[in-house]
């Protein structure tokens, strides 16, 4: 029997739910070369990680039988509309995300997982039980806990983790493998490395641009102390459980209390909770990575420094396209600013 393959662009995605329900999801990340589709489709100023997205799926359509989206920012929503014209064939849905944490919140976020429930069972003609949806939501408890054991292990004062094993954090999370994921929590033990600079650095904003900033950075001497992404770190910090309440319930409360999100939240609550971060682990210097044209992360990214310049902590925006290289002239910049802080 084969395995359904669903195309993911957002950690906003329950994955319980789509582990219960037998489909294996994967998050849409890979570089496109061929832009014709997406320079047909959409505007030039959209954002390049959207575009590459459309791009990527007409490539490779043939490897996916649904596509799940989320309204969590303007270029989403629009990549699902074409999507939903261009592959008429596949399950193409958009779940609507609250961005804000009040007590109604959690009851519309339920109704609308619930519909998502009842969508997958009509499209993959599949039963997804309470059991079903138990054994899911403790699978992913496992592996968030192994998680949170691992950015620990990032955030250390005394040690660093090479930014290689921060990128298979992420994918290897994807897969869902248990056993691989302690396997790797056993190599970044063994792996970890005692800082040999005193400037502390924190890459912030989206891990989507560039792809390589932290080897980008490990390469002309920086080590980095935390990661603070605005997509990664929303999937994983939560592992609470609740008596008397069904398991779509506790994913609702468990989803929207997760870590703010640029997308997802109040970009105020979002620049506070990165600052607290910063003080808690004695950052002294923050690199901010904004893709090109996305909106939310530019007004987060004009409020952050605000608060970073009150707070007398320099700063560097890397503004760039959704690519696995860095530019020549944002590894000088880079490195200039790093020469300023020894």
């Known amino acids: 029997m084969s395995i359904n393959k669903i195309a993911v662009f957002c950690n906003s995605v329950p994955d319980e739910i789509l582990l219960a329900a037998g489909l294996v999801s994967e998050k849409i990340e890979d570089i496109s070369l061929n832009h014709d589709i ?7 100023n959209l954002c390049s990680y959207s575009k590459n997205a459309l791009d990527y799926l007409s490539e490779n359509k043939e490897n996916y039988d649904g596509m799940i989206f989320t309204n969590t920012c303007h270029a989403m929503e629009v990549l699902y509309e074409i999507c939903r014209e261009i592959f008429e064939d596949k399950f193409v849905y958009i779940i609507d995300v609250p961005r804000n944490r009040k007590d109604n919140s959690v009851n519309y976020f339920y109704k609308v997982l619930t519909d998502f429930v009842k969508s997958i069972e009509a499209y993959f003609k599949v039963k997804i039980s309470e059991d079903d949806l138990e054994k899911a939501y403790l699978k992913i408890n496992e592996m968030n806990k192994l998680r949170t054991d691992m950015d620990n292990i990032l955030s250390d004062e005394k040690y660093y983790v090479q930014s290689v094993y921060q990128q298979r954090i992420q994918k290897e999370y994807e897969k869902m493998n248990i056993q691989q994921y302690r396997r790797l929590y056993e190599e970044i ?32 001497g920086g080590e980095i102390v935390l990661y603070d992404f605005t997509q990664g770190s929303r999937r994983y910090s939560r592992t609470n459980t609740y008596k008397n309440i069904d398991i779509i319930e506790i994913i609702s409360i468990n989803y929207l209390n997760k870590p703010y999100g640029t997308m997802t939240s109040d970009l105020k609550l979002r620049a506070k909770q990165v600052i607290e971060n910063i003080k808690k682990y ?52 880079v490195e200039a600013m790093l020469e300023t802080m020894s």
């Open 282 to 333: 004695n950052i002294q210097l923050v690199f901010l990575s904004v893709i090109k044209f996305c909106s939310d992360e530019v007004f987060f990214s004009a409020l952050l420094t605000k608060y970073l310049a009150k707070n007398n902590i320099p700063y560097l925006i890397l503004n760039t396209e959704y690519t696995e290289k860095c530019s020549g002239q944002l590894l000088t910049r």
């Open 189 to 220: 033990l063994e792996r970890k490395k005692k800082y040999k600079n005193e400037v502390r650095i924190m890459l912030c904003g989206s891990n989507l641009a560039p792809l390589k900033i932290a080897d980008c950075l490990e390469e002309i």
């Open 38 to 44: 997406s320079n047909k489709y959409l505007a030039s």
